[in-house]
């Protein structure tokens, strides 16, 4: 017990007299400190508001966006990696397996799929296309089956 007994705080006393002897005289200020506070908290509360509604939305669907009736689509080659544009007549176009399709999608330019945490192909679409990545208005579609028609307005995948 001695042991326990040298580590016992030298200064109890000192600061159980300090308090007693002001704790008389100065409660009216702690709770004016108190009211304070809260009107600080409540402020925090109404600036946090803002970045809640600037949050990015929980997902985004990425549709096809062929603006005009004529549309050029660039395309690569898997195999040999040779770079053409394609024209998308009357607002569709066949796509052919072993290509990527940069497909003009109607979401932001400024939206990336590699800031989200991945590209979910609709059920409709998956056992025709694969979505690699979407950016700068674009979206990289390779088809999975040859001669698969895509439209305007068709929904490809979405972001989440």
Same mark, same amino acid.
């Given at each position: 017990?001695?042991?326990?007994?040298?580590?016992?705080d030298p200064f109890e006393d000192e600061v159980k007299n300090i308090l007693g002897e002001e704790s008389d005289e100065n409660e009216d200020e702690s709770v004016e400190m108190t009211?304070?506070?809260?009107?600080?908290?409540?402020?925090?509360?109404?600036?946090?508001?803002?970045?809640?509604?600037?949050?990015?939305?929980?997902?985004?669907?990425?549709?096809?966006?062929?603006?005009?009736?004529?549309?050029?689509?660039?395309? /690569? /080659?898997?195999?040999?990696?040779?770079?053409?544009? /394609?024209?998308?007549?009357?607002?569709?176009?066949?796509?052919?397996?072993?290509?990527?399709?940069? /497909?003009?999608?109607?979401?932001?330019?400024?939206?990336?799929?590699?800031?989200?945490?991945?590209?979910?192909?609709?059920?409709?679409?998956?056992?025709?296309?694969?979505?690699?990545?979407?950016?700068?208005?674009?979206?990289?579609?390779?088809?999975?089956?040859?001669?698969?028609?895509?439209?305007?307005?068709?929904?490809?995948?979405?972001?989440?």
């Amino acid at each position: 017990m001695s042991n326990l007994d040298s580590l016992k705080d030298p200064f109890e006393d000192e600061v159980k007299n300090i308090l007693g002897e002001e704790s008389d005289e100065n409660e009216d200020e702690s709770v004016e400190m108190t009211s304070e506070a809260l009107k600080t908290e409540e402020v925090n509360i109404n600036v946090d508001n803002p970045k809640k509604e600037s949050e990015k939305p929980d997902y985004i669907p990425i549709c096809v966006d062929f603006p005009k009736h004529a549309t050029p689509v660039e395309c /690569i /080659i898997t195999a040999t990696g040779y770079h053409d544009k /394609i024209a998308a007549s009357g607002r569709e176009l066949r796509l052919l397996q072993n290509r990527l399709y940069m /497909i003009p999608v109607d979401c932001d330019k400024e939206i990336n799929s590699d800031e989200w945490s991945d590209i979910k192909v609709m059920s409709d679409m998956s056992s025709l296309i694969d979505v690699r990545y979407v950016k700068d208005g674009f979206a990289c579609v390779m088809p999975l089956t040859h001669n698969i028609k895509i439209r305007q307005g068709n929904r490809l995948a979405i972001l989440w």
